[in-house]
C-alpha cells in the first residue's frame, strides 16, 4: 500500500510539472507579437535594434552572401564555382550561358526577403523612438543605428536588382519598394500601401544616403561591433563611388581614415593578421575593420567561410566546402613579391586564405578600401586631399613588400589593380566592374557580360510577384 501511496504521489507531481512546465514554455515569441504588446518600453525596442543587427549578419546578408554575390557573379575567369548548389551555379555561370539567373533562385529570394525584414525591425525602431526616455544622447544613437542599418540595405538591394546607376534615366529606372514604416502585424491591418511599386534608382540611392548622412552625424565614434560614424562615412564613400560623385567619395573616405588616425589606428602592419581572426587572436576583430560582422563559437556563421573555406589538417579551426577554386589568371595579376599571391593555399583545389577560419569575423568595410578609395578619386580629381594618390598607393604597397610607384608613374589602373587585388573576395569586384563600364571577364578571357547586361541584375523573386501585384519583373526574366 505504501508503494501505491509514493508512486500516485509520484505521479500527481509529474503531471502538475508537466503542466507548470508547459505553461513556461507557452510564451510568444517577442518578435511576433503586435507592436503595442511588444513595444512597451526603451528595453524592448533596444531588443528589436539587436533583432535588425541580427538580420543583417544573416548569411543572407552581410554574414557573407551580398559578399559573394559581388565576387561570384559571372567571374569564371578567376573564380571556378565547384559546389553542388544549383542557385549559385547559376549565378556563377552567367558568363558562360545565355540563361538568366532563375526567379526563384534561392538566394535572389532569401536576399531580398532578409534585408526587407531587416528594414521592418528598423522601421519599427524609428516610430517607437518615443520609447527612449532615459537620455537624448541614447536615443539619437539609437536612431542613428536603424538608419544606418536601412540605408546600407537599401544600397545593397539597388546594386542587386536595380539597374546600375548611369545606365539609362535613374529617376525612371525601376529598383526595389521604398518601405519607411512598419508593417501592421495583423492581415487586417494590410492596405495597398503595404504593397509598393518599385521605387526609381534615383529615389532608392537618395533615400539610402538621407539616411546614412543622418547616421552618420549622430552615430558615436566608438560603439564596440555596431555602427560607428566611421562605417557610415565608408557607406557614403561607397555610394558616392558608384555615382561617380569623386569628391564626396574622397571627403568621406578622408573622414574615415582621420578618424581612425585621431585615435592612433592605421593599417594592420601584417597582411595576414586581417584574417584568422579567431584561430591566430581567439576572435579579437583587427583594428583595421570599420566594420564587420562578429562571429563566436556560440553565435553567428561566416557564410564566406561555408564557400571560401575548407578544413585544411595542417591548420586547425578551418572548414568549408571548398567550393571556390581561385584561378591561376588571378594569381597571375599579382606581381611575384606581393605578399597577398602567396596568401593562397592548395587543397584539392586553390583557395584563399582570407576566409578558411570557420568562426572568422566577417569584414564590411575595411581602412585599406578608405585609402583606395581616396587615392582613385584624389586622382581623378587632381586633389590631394587628406594625402597625393601615390602617397596612399603606398600605404597599400608598403604592407605587402612591394615598391612605390612613384607620382609621376601613376596610373588610374596602377590603382584599380591595388583595389582589386587588396579587396578581393570581400564582394567589391562586380560593383567596381560596373562603376567603370567594363565587361566581366570570360570563362576563357573572352569578355563576359558588359556592366550594362540585365544578365548582371537580380530577378524580383516569383514568390514578390505572386503577393505584389505591383511589381514589375526586371528585363531579360
Known amino acids: 500500500m505504501r508503494n501505491k501511496f509514493y508512486a500516485v504521489i509520484v505521479v500527481v507531481t509529474f503531471l502538475v510539472s508537466l503542466s507548470a512546465c508547459q505553461k513556461r514554455l507557452d510564451i510568444v515569441p517577442f518578435q511576433s507579437l503586435p507592436p503595442a504588446q511588444g513595444l512597451v518600453t526603451e528595453s524592448d525596442l533596444g531588443g528589436v535594434l539587436i533583432g535588425a543587427y541580427d538580420a543583417l549578419q544573416s548569411t543572407s546578408s552581410y554574414g557573407g552572401d551580398i559578399q559573394l554575390m559581388g565576387d561570384l557573379w559571372a567571374n569564371r575567369a578567376y573564380i571556378r564555382f565547384r559546389g553542388t548548389f544549383n542557385g549559385l551555379l547559376q549565378i556563377a555561370s552567367v558568363t558562360t550561358t545565355s540563361n538568366p539567373i532563375a526567379v526563384d533562385n534561392g538566394w535572389a529570394s532569401s536576399l531580398w526577403s532578409n534585408a526587407y525584414r531587416a528594414i521592418n525591425s528598423c522601421n519599427l525602431v524609428l516610430a517607437n523612438l518615443n520609447l527612449v526616455t532615459s537620455s537624448t544622447s541614447k536615443r539619437s544613437r539609437i536612431e542613428a543605428e536603424a538608419l544606418f542599418i536601412r540605408g546600407s540595405l537599401y544600397f545593397e538591394l539597388a546594386r542587386l536588382f536595380g539597374k546600375s ?91 574615415a581614415i582621420l578618424d581612425f588616425q585621431g585615435r592612433g589606428i592605421g593599417l594592420n602592419p601584417v597582411f595576414r593578421d586581417l584574417f584568422y581572426t579567431y584561430i591566430n587572436f581567439g576572435g579579437v576583430a583587427p583594428r583595421e575593420y570599420i566594420f564587420y560582422m562578429r562571429v563566436t563559437t556560440q553565435d553567428g556563421t561566416n557564410g564566406l567561410n561555408t564557400y571560401y573555406g575548407q578544413t585544411v589538417s595542417s591548420i586547425p579551426g578551418t572548414a568549408g566546402r571548398g567550393d571556390m577554386d581561385v584561378q591561376d589568371a588571378w594569381v597571375n595579376l599579382h606581381a611575384v613579391a606581393d605578399t597577398r599571391r602567396a596568401f593562397f593555399i592548395r587543397t584539392n583545389r586553390r583557395l584563399t586564405q582570407k576566409h578558411l577560419d570557420r568562426f572568422g569575423h566577417v569584414p564590411v568595410i575595411r581602412l585599406a578600401e578608405m585609402y583606395l578609395t581616396r587615392a582613385e578619386a584624389n586622382f581623378r580629381l587632381n586633389t590631394s586631399v587628406g594625402a597625393t594618390p601615390a602617397a596612399d598607393i603606398k600605404t597599400i604597397r608598403d604592407r605587402v613588400g612591394l615598391p612605390e610607384i612613384l607620382p609621376a608613374n601613376l596610373t588610374l589602373d596602377n590603382i584599380i589593380l591595388e583595389r582589386r587585388l587588396e579587396l578581393a573576395f570581400e564582394g567589391h569586384f562586380l560593383h567596381d566592374v560596373k562603376r567603370l563600364r567594363q565587361s566581366m571577364p570570360g570563362s576563357s578571357f573572352a569578355n563576359g557580360p558588359a556592366w550594362n547586361s540585365p544578365r548582371l541584375i537580380m530577378p524580383i523573386p516569383q514568390r514578390e510577384m505572386d503577393v505584389n501585384k505591383q511589381l514589375v519583373q526586371n528585363e531579360g526574366y
Open 165 to 255: 546607376w548611369g545606365d539609362g534615366d535613374n529617376s525612371v529606372n525601376p529598383c526595389v519598394p521604398l518601405v519607411l514604416t512598419p508593417t501592421p502585424f495583423e492581415v487586417s491591418g494590410l492596405t495597398s500601401a503595404n504593397y509598393p511599386a518599385r521605387a526609381s534608382v534615383a529615389a532608392v540611392y537618395a533615400q539610402a544616403i538621407a539616411d546614412l548622412q543622418k547616421a552618420a552625424a549622430q552615430l558615436p565614434v566608438t560603439n564596440l561591433h555596431y555602427a560607428t560614424k566611421a562605417a557610415a562615412w565608408g557607406q557614403l564613400s561607397r555610394i558616392a563611388l558608384m555615382q561617380a560623385e569623386y569628391a564626396v567619395a574622397r571627403d568621406m573616405a578622408n573622414n
